[in-house]
């Protein structure tokens, strides 16, 4: 019986820590999003991607990408490596691949 409580308590612990990294993961997201891409993908209309996207979207998908429930990790990864229409593209000297990974998180669908 002790034996099942070991376990048990041992899959909690696990299972908080996950939601920790998680956590810290979608906070660094959050950070990499500020310093890189909000000041043209926010809300509003001084942001030339979310206006850009506006247009292009015509209102069926949000234009601001914090709102959006569509961005896969691998869309976010290709987008800032490669650039899209006007967005050049970002070095791994710029955002390194944990960062991207951060951001990607970040951006991608919540359950």
């Given at each position: 019986?002790?034996?099942?409580?070991?376990?048990?308590?041992?899959?909690?612990?696990a299972a908080g820590g996950?939601?920790?990294?998680?956590?810290?993961?979608?906070?660094?997201?959050?950070?990499?999003?500020?310093?890189?891409?909000?000041?043209?993908?926010?809300?509003?209309?001084?942001?030339?991607?979310?206006?850009?996207?506006?247009?292009?979207?015509?209102?069926?998908?949000?234009?601001?990408?914090?709102?959006?429930?569509?961005?896969?990790?691998?869309?976010?990864?290709a987008f800032v490596r490669?650039?899209?229409?006007?967005?050049?593209?970002f070095r791994k000297t710029?955002?390194?691949?944990?960062?991207?990974?951060?951001?990607?998180?970040?951006?991608?669908?919540?359950?």
């Open positions: 019986m002790m034996g099942r409580w070991v376990w048990f308590a041992g899959v909690v612990a996950a939601a920790q990294a998680q956590d810290s993961l979608a906070a660094r997201g959050n950070e990499v999003f500020q310093y890189w891409c909000a000041a043209c993908h926010a809300p509003g209309p001084r942001h030339p991607g979310t206006q850009a996207l506006d247009v292009l979207y015509k209102g069926v998908k949000p234009a601001a990408l914090e709102q959006r429930t569509d961005l896969l990790p691998e869309l976010t990864r490669t650039g899209v229409s006007v967005m050049p593209p710029e955002i390194s691949d944990a960062d991207l990974d951060a951001l990607a998180a970040y951006l991608a669908p919540k359950p």
